[in-house]
């Protein structure tokens, strides 16, 4: 059982097709094997979604709740070495217009998964779009995952400058995904960092880099995560290495609560951008 409060991730990138769901779903199951209690939210409507990567299928989804057919305890599902699963929410933005008592149901959930949980990863959309950032600003720490190419970088770049200037968020950690070495993510972050402390007067933080791997196609192919398929394989061991970056950070506890708000936050902030 879990004594600090439950840890929430989100992983945006900007631009598609860069890695997101690969890192969300490869981190959860890894964090899990760890000993750790994990939860993902898919927040995103990509093809290869979290489902699919996790090799589960949901009959149900959050879109269910939303529209009140389902509750959320009746959508989780659970993947490979316990992770649970709040599967792929199309019509996010309906949350804005969650009632009261909707929300509230919602809330009761998500606190009760507080003592049962010590990290939600949110697998957010691409793009920059106001449910991306109402996600990012209810999490706790924010993950850019990222290629080391000139439209990922670009992409990644302005997400950061939206989370820090349009929404005040810190916490930011970069993933480079898709290097040829450590040493090439660790210098795609440091250009990146010294752009955002001269243009931004802010920093990012670095966790790590995953290696370009033919292994992780083949584990999608395969729909199975690739820390469990290949657990030898380069991008397996840099996911090992990842996860226990993410269970070295300092916890952080805000003061409107973690996880049992976490919706409650993500529909304020829907709200405020709608009115
Ligand atoms: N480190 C990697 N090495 C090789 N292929 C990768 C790697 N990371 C992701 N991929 C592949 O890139 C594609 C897009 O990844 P995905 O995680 O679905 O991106 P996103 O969620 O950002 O759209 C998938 O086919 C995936 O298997
Ligand atoms: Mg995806």
Same mark, same amino acid.
């Not at 994990?38 to 299928?57: C, E, K, P, S």
């Not at 995952?145 to 989370?163: F, G, Q, R």
């Not at 920093?203 to 995560?225: E, F, G, N, R, T």
């Given at each position: 059982?879990?004594?600090?409060?439950?840890?929430? *991730?989100?992983?945006?990138?900007?631009?598609?097709?860069?890695?997101?769901?690969?890192?969300?779903?490869?981190?959860?199951?890894?964090?899990?094997?760890?000993?750790?209690?994990?939860?993902?939210?898919?927040? @995103?409507?990509?093809?290869?979604?979290?489902?699919?990567?996790?090799?589960?299928?949901?009959?149900?989804?959050?879109?269910?709740?939303?529209?009140?057919?389902?509750?959320?305890? %009746?959508?989780?599902?659970?993947?490979?070495?316990?992770?649970?699963?709040?599967?792929?929410?199309?019509? *996010?933005?309906?949350?804005?217009?969650?009632?009261?008592?909707?929300?509230?149901?919602?809330?009761?959930?998500?606190?009760? +998964? %507080?003592?049962?949980?010590?990290?939600? *990863?949110?697998?957010? !959309?691409?793009?920059?779009?106001?449910?991306?950032?109402?996600?990012?600003?209810?999490?706790?720490?924010?993950?850019?995952?990222?290629?080391?190419?000139?439209?990922?970088?670009?992409?990644?770049?302005?997400?950061?400058?939206?989370?820090?200037?349009?929404?005040? +968020? @810190?916490?930011?950690?970069?993933?480079?995904?898709?290097?040829?070495?450590?040493? %090439?993510?660790?210098?795609?972050?440091?250009?990146?960092?010294?752009?955002?402390?001269?243009?931004?007067?802010?920093?990012?933080?670095?966790?790590?880099?995953?290696? !370009?791997?033919?292994?992780?196609?083949? =584990?999608?192919?395969?729909?199975?995560? +690739?820390?469990?398929?290949?657990?030898?394989?380069?991008? !397996?061991? @840099?996911?090992?290495?990842?996860?226990?970056?993410?269970?070295?950070?300092?916890?952080?506890?805000? +003061?409107?609560?973690?996880?049992?708000?976490?919706? %409650?936050?993500? =529909?304020?902030?829907?709200?405020?951008?709608?009115?």
């Amino acid at each position: 059982m879990s004594t600090a409060a439950t840890q929430i *991730i989100g992983v945006a990138s900007g631009k598609g097709g860069v890695g997101k769901t690969t890192v969300s779903i490869n981190l959860a199951v890894k964090l899990a094997s760890l000993g750790k209690k994990v939860m993902i939210f898919d927040a @995103d409507l990509g093809l290869a979604n979290a489902q699919l990567a996790l090799g589960i299928r949901a009959p149900f989804n959050f879109s269910h709740v939303l529209s009140g057919e389902k509750t959320l305890s %009746e959508v989780i599902i659970e993947g490979p070495s316990g992770v649970k699963l709040v599967p792929g929410a199309s019509g *996010i933005q309906r949350m804005a217009a969650l009632g009261p008592q909707e929300t509230a149901g919602i809330i009761q959930v998500f606190s009760e +998964l %507080e003592d049962e949980l010590d990290y939600l *990863i949110v697998d957010v !959309a691409a793009g920059l779009s106001d449910s991306v950032m109402a996600f990012m600003s209810a999490c706790q720490y924010r993950v850019v995952v990222l290629k080391n190419e000139p439209y990922s970088i670009a992409d990644a770049y302005s997400t950061i400058k939206v989370m820090m200037q349009e929404y005040n +968020l @810190d916490r930011i950690y970069l993933v480079p995904n898709g290097v040829e070495s450590q040493r %090439e993510g660790q210098r795609l972050y440091t250009s990146i960092n010294t752009v955002v402390q001269n243009f931004l007067n802010g920093q990012v933080k670095y966790l790590h880099s995953i290696s !370009a791997d033919s292994m992780v196609v083949q =584990a999608m192919k395969a729909s199975q995560p +690739l820390v469990s398929y290949s657990p030898a394989s380069l991008a !397996a061991r @840099d996911f090992g290495d990842l996860a226990k970056r993410i269970m070295q950070l300092e916890p952080d506890v805000p +003061l409107n609560g973690n996880i049992q708000f976490f919706v %409650e936050r993500v =529909a304020a902030q829907l709200a405020a951008k709608v009115s």
